[in-house]
């Protein structure tokens, strides 16, 4: 599976557009522009196996300063200040890492 099989690339292109330059990342903002704020609880989770990239059930830092990599290949790795507010966004029962179920209620935040 890919993310274009739930988003749609002219999306994917604009949500990458507003976060080319450091520091510019913003999840919500990004959720919305993309389009997945507004898929369904099942697409939402499909897109979360793909950030996962280690199928650990979790997006772990590492995984998340790759975030955007994982829309296209060559965008930007995040910075350490942008993967740790993330990572504190969506990390809601302090266990340094996002589960299914934070992902989800992050991306409907």
Same mark, same amino acid.
């Given at each position: 599976m890919s993310i274009t099989d739930i988003l749609a690339a002219k999306d994917i292109e604009a949500a990458l557009a507003s976060v080319a330059a450091d520091n510019s990342f913003q999840y919500k903002a990004f959720f919305q522009k993309c389009g997945l704020s507004s898929k369904s609880a099942d697409q939402v989770?499909?897109?979360?196996?793909? &950030?996962?990239?280690?199928? #650990? !059930?979790?997006? %772990?830092?590492? %995984? &998340? #300063? &790759?975030?955007l990599q994982n829309f296209k290949a060559d965008a930007r790795a995040l910075n350490d200040a942008e993967t740790k507010?993330? &990572?504190?966004?969506?990390d #809601?029962? !302090?266990? !340094?890492?996002? !589960?299914?179920d934070e992902f989800q209620a992050l991306v409907k935040a």
């Open positions: 989770k499909k897109v979360f196996e793909i &950030l996962d990239r280690d199928c #650990s !059930g979790f997006i %772990e830092e590492d %995984e &998340l #300063s &790759l975030f507010a993330f &990572l504190k966004a969506g #809601s029962d !302090g266990d !340094g890492k996002i !589960g299914v």
